[in-house]
RNA sequence: GCGGAAGUGGCGUAAUUGGCAGCCGCGCUAGGUUUAGGUCCUAGUACUCGAGAGAGUGUGCGGGUUCGAGUCCCGCCUUCCGCACCA
């Protein structure tokens, strides 16, 4: 309930929700209809010279876009977007031209499954949930360039998603210069002879052969991928949509690991990159490590095994350790393993490696058999226990001529490096317990500690390695090197963890590929002349099912049904063909993949982006500036894919030219989460948490206790808060004071609503400080400040500044809160406080404020003066107080002039503990000067 | 298991980054205003002992460094987040 609606006799001009809800629409509309926060470009149809801004310092802050679901906002969803929006209010008022746009990443799954399941357009769902979600931001008072708001799904907008993907898929990544190029200048390199593709001179190789090897190259391309495919849905599933026992999540239906041909992007070719420009970035640090980590670069070196005439390569981090290298190691996938099995057991195969089977082909096939009946999480669970079995075959250590059994194990993944590994038990703990388990030999190639027990993974002198013996782990890795590359058993080499990007979804939802095929099956890019591909309107948006248990099945898209749109003729320069579109659609990554760069030029249907409007907003400042958006502010669950394919994209784009920065955000900044309390009662049912009261630290839904639990604000959990609620309670100001208030932008907290009322009484307050309540007079003096509420607001001013230039609201707006309350008990306020404190509570309150700013006296907005700057001069303070301790406890206090000397300062501080001291000698008296005396005796 | 983050009053938090622990707010207590409740204003509110002045204790637990530790170091405990045998 509302005030007005308990209180009778409220006063006629008290600042209250009712009064909110007058101002709030007021002033959106005045922003609105004045293009208050439209911010000018130096170049195109958004450059204004007029601009109070235009030619300032620029500042380019942006939010992690939301996705419009169907369940609107909840008070947690603003919480960045009010931070940015009170920062950039500051910086606006500091002089800064700021860019701050807002849009909407509008493709993606639920409005297609609702589109499934009822035959609404998922262009109809999307467009109102947008409006929905523009509404409630707008009734926050969020002060977004409009003119730059876009969704994802706008054609003007996935045209240039599509452009995009054509600069990828036209180019190439040059090793030597560790950068994409188009792909003519790989073309050049073939006619010419600098490259060869096969024994064949460029020329004998017919169109399509060329055509196939070029595609080989390009940065998008197709290519077999592993996936789960549920027939019984007809659909691709992400890991966390199979179920541990290997079904779908959504209907059970079984799922099945197979390959398919999938659009892939080869981001694995930027990993060093990627990488290495991590050092540059203002991230946070955790973020950082959780990138370096997904990506997973390890130097080390492909190692060749020989085997009966042909050889296994594997990858190793410790080429050093290879005189320990006991056995090898193959994952049961591993295409090699077929024909290594000989007939029968070689002589002495040991009963344990057999797995009690008569012959090592019989024994492979029973294991990989085991081993495919195990789904992903099966085979991670059961890693504590090493399982494996021989296959019979033996290859030669290339150091030192030793003969070293080769197993199958499913702790070796096929995925990863080269599916083999060379096992070295003496400094790997998972070699350890296999050799173990298996009974096999364990040499110590790295002298470890005297009683140390098991595989042994760090530094020391190498031992028992012939020409290495003596040398650290880094030296002795970097001499093995240097011995395979020279003897030819192998070469330095760098792997990923990262793997290339899957890139094709078999969805309706999406963005069409700007792709066709011609008779030879091969694909082409349309030229950009062609674009944007549209989406076609289907009857059907779901994909056609199978047979759950047909795992043959091939995925079926909704596009490829709409056969007038998939067979089309066109003219690409050799006069009119047929050609077959691609119907798979990009995933939704693609669209939030580059956003950051549209908003700078959002109508331009030349390019992209406007190079000149790009340099100004995003490009490097300073030498070794990497660019990009000045401050962007999202969720760190976003922390490796989006922001990684956002990189990587970003990159490519650098390389071939179009953008002047080389990262996309020059600074990080993870906002916390707002979570929710929910409750149970006996049953175990969630009961509604608005509906719960508390009683002596106990929770009661009517008459039956309920237990309290914690966890994220959502529907399932009926804990549901949101923004529209509180504007309506309290005001929009309020809303966002109190979000701001209630702790640090980057902690997670409880969202609790009986203490948002504490905000509303100090804007009470300020209010009250301007107008008078029974008659709405303004009721500021004009008379100066005394001295000490003048050193009291200088030092507010002063404080506030630093706190908002480093995303303190919260205690900034403690600070103000203080100013307010040392203002209150005077008979009157004057003007020399109260205009800072209104501007000061303006990126918080922004309604407020322009009210409270134009009672006072002021016309239009207060959004372009300048932010209160603090008197040096006044923050000095009068006198210091020193806390005198002896021995760590406070036993007195001096009070001195500021300018007095340590000496001084010294002489007072021991006369003042004289007591305490009791004649006792001081052994040491420490004077930290402005801070305190420490006396020990 | 590995990695990351974090543990401060009844609750959300603050602490100039090694210098008086608890700013600001919620809640609570008392008083004023009010017919009453609510609003608003004033005062109080870490814990223990004490009538009181005051004394002692206190930042998850146990050690350590230091004149001085919420902050730094070592070892544990708990919670949250992420990852899954990464050769």
């Known amino acids: 309930m509302s005030e007005s609606e308990t209180n009778a006799d409220v006063p006629p001009y008290r600042y209250t929700a009712a009064m909110a809800a007058e101002i709030e629409p007021r002033w959106q509309a005045y922003w609105a209809d004045n293009g208050t926060f439209f911010a000018p470009n130096p170049t195109g149809e958004l450059a204004d010279a007029a601009h109070p801004r235009a030619g300032a310092p620029k500042l380019h802050v942006q939010d992690m876009f939301p996705y419009p679901s169907g369940a609107g906002l909840h008070v947690g969803h603003p919480l960045g977007y009010i931070g940015t929006d009170s920062y950039t209010r500051y910086k606006r008022m500091a002089g800064y031209n700021v860019l701050h746009p807002m849009g909407f990443d509008a493709f993606g799954l639920p409005a297609e499954q609702y589109a499934v399941q009822t035959g609404t357009h998922p262009r109809t769902t999307t467009e109102a949930n947008v409006e929905r979600y523009r509404g409630q931001l707008r009734r926050l008072g969020l002060a977004y360039d409009d003119r730059r708001?876009?969704?994802?799904?706008?054609?003007?907008?996935?045209?240039?998603?599509?452009?995009?993907?054509?600069?990828?898929?036209?180019?190439?990544?040059?090793?030597?210069?560790?950068?994409?190029?188009?792909?003519?200048?790989?073309?050049?390199?073939?006619?010419?002879?600098?490259?060869?593709?096969d024994d064949r001179p460029w020329a004998e190789l017919s169109a399509a052969e060329q055509r196939a090897v070029i595609n080989e190259h390009r940065l998008a391309y197709v290519s077999e991928a592993p996936v789960n495919w549920c027939p019984g849905l007809g659909t691709v599933l992400a890991n966390e949509e199979v179920t541990p026992e290997g079904r779908s999540e959504r209907g059970n239906f079984p799922v099945f690991q197979r390959s398919l041909k999938q659009w892939k992007m080869r981001i694995t070719?930027?990993?060093?990159?990627?990488?290495?420009?991590l050092d540059g970035l203002d991230w946070p640090e955790p973020v950082k490590l959780m990138q370096r980590n997904w990506i997973g670069r390890s130097r080390g070196a492909h190692v060749d095994f020989p085997i009966d005439g042909f050889k296994i390569s594997v990858f190793t981090t410790r080429p050093d350790t290879l005189f320990g290298a006991t056995y090898m190691v193959l994952a049961p996938e591993h295409s090699l393993v077929d024909s290594l099995v000989p007939a029968a057991w070689p002589e002495g195969t040991k009963d344990a490696w057999t797995g009690g089977h008569a012959t090592p082909e019989a024994a492979v096939a029973a294991y990989r058999a085991a081993a495919a009946a195990k789904t992903e999480q099966e085979r991670t669970a059961d890693a504590k226990v090493k399982t494996g079995v021989f296959t019979g075959a033996y290859a030669t250590n290339p150091v030192n001529g030793a003969r070293i059994p080769v197993f199958i194990a499913d702790y070796v993944l096929a995925g990863y490096g080269t599916g083999a590994i060379m096992a070295v038990p003496g400094q790997d703990e998972r070699d350890w317990a296999f050799a173990e388990v298996f009974d096999l030999p364990i040499i110590r190639t790295v002298q470890a500690p005297a009683d140390f027990e098991g595989a042994y993974t760090g530094d020391g002198p190498a031992v028992n390695s012939d020409f290495l013996n003596g040398m650290g782990v880094v030296d002795a890795k970097a001499s093995m090197i240097s011995w395979l590359e020279e003897k030819g058993h192998g070469r330095g080499a760098t792997t990923f963890r990262l793997r290339d990007w899957l890139f094709s979804r078999q969805r309706y939802w999406g963005e069409p590929f700007p792709i066709v095929y011609d008779e030879t099956g091969l694909p082409i890019a349309l030229p950009d002349s062609m674009l944007p591909v549209e989406l076609p309107d289907v009857d059907d948006f779901s994909p056609r099912t199978f047979d759950p248990q047909d795992a043959a099945s091939e995925p079926e898209t909704p596009l490829s049904r709409k056969k007038d749109w998939v067979n089309?003729?066109?003219?690409?320069?050799?006069?009119?063909?047929?050609?077959?579109?691609?119907?798979?659609?990009?995933?939704?990554?693609?669209?939030?993949?580059?956003?950051?760069?549209?908003?700078?030029?959002?109508?331009?249907?030349?390019?992209?982006?406007?190079?000149?409007?790009?340099?100004?907003w995003m490009g490097p400042q300073r030498a070794g500036d990497p660019g990009g958006v000045d401050l962007y502010v999202g969720g760190v669950e976003h922390a490796v894919l989006h922001l990684l394919y956002a990189r990587f994209w970003h990159k490519v784009l650098f390389d071939l030219g179009h953008v002047s920065s080389y990262e996309p955000f020059r600074k990080l900044f993870n906002q916390g989460y707002i979570q929710a309390y929910a409750f149970r009662d006996a049953r175990g049912v969630i009961v509604a948490a608005e509906e719960v009261v508390e009683r002596d630290g106990r929770w009661f839904h009517g008459d039956q206790?309920?237990?309290?639990?914690?966890?994220?604000?959502?529907?399932?959990?009926?804990?549901?808060?949101?923004?529209d609620e509180m504007s309506e309670q309290y005001g929009a100001d309020t809303f966002r004071v109190y979000e701001m208030a209630m702790g640090p932008l980057d902690v997670s907290r409880p969202?609790?609503?009986?203490?948002?009322?504490?905000?509303?009484?100090?804007?009470?307050?300020?209010?009250?400080?301007?107008?008078?309540?029974?008659?709405?007079?303004?009721?500021?003096?004009?008379?100066?400040?005394?001295?000490?509420?003048?050193?009291?607001?200088?030092?507010?001013?002063?404080?506030?500044?630093g706190d908002m230039d480093e995303l303190r609201f919260n205690t900034a707006i403690a600070k103000l809160i203080e100013l307010t309350n040392t203002l209150t008990p005077l008979p009157a306020a004057s003007r020399e406080a109260i205009e800072p404190l209104v501007l000061m509570m303006s990126p918080f309150a922004p309604h407020l404020a322009e009210e409270l700013w134009r009672k006072l006296g002021h016309d239009g907005t207060l959004a372009y003066v300048d932010f209160p700057v603090a008197d040096p001069a006044l923050l000095v303070a009068e006198s210091i107080t020193y806390p005198v301790q002896v021995n760590g406890k406070v036993r007195g206090r001096v009070e001195v002039a500021p300018d007095t000397t340590e000496d001084s300062v010294r002489a007072a501080a021991l006369a003042e503990v004289a007591e305490a001291l009791a004649g006792r000698e001081p052994r040491k008296v420490i004077v930290v000067p402005g801070r305190l005396v420490s006396v020990v005796v």
Not at 153 to 169: G, K
Not at 269 to 277: K, M, Q, T
Not at 591 to 610: I, M, Q, T
């Open 149 to 197: 708001s876009f969704s994802t799904t706008d054609p003007e907008y996935y045209r240039w998603t599509q452009w995009i993907f054509l600069q990828v898929f036209n180019s190439w990544f040059d090793p030597s210069l560790r950068k994409a190029r188009p792909i003519a200048t790989l073309i050049d390199q073939f006619v010419s002879g600098a490259r060869k593709a």
């Open 269 to 277: 070719a930027y990993g060093d990159r990627l990488v290495e420009d």
């Open 568 to 616: 089309v003729e066109l003219d690409l320069g050799d006069g009119p063909k047929q050609y077959v579109r691609e119907t798979n659609t990009m995933p939704q990554w693609a669209g939030s993949c580059w956003y950051e760069l549209r908003y700078l030029d959002p109508h331009n249907d030349k390019a992209l982006v406007d190079p000149e409007n790009e340099a100004y």
């Open 705 to 723: 206790e309920v237990s309290r639990e914690y966890g994220k604000m959502g529907k399932s959990l009926k804990n549901v808060v949101t923004p």
């Open 751 to 801: 969202w609790e609503t009986r203490a948002v009322v504490g905000s509303q009484r100090f804007l009470q307050r300020v209010w009250r400080l301007v107008v008078d309540e029974t008659t709405g007079a303004v009721r500021v003096t004009e008379d100066p400040l005394d001295v000490k509420t003048r050193r009291a607001l200088h030092r507010t001013i002063d404080g506030v500044r």
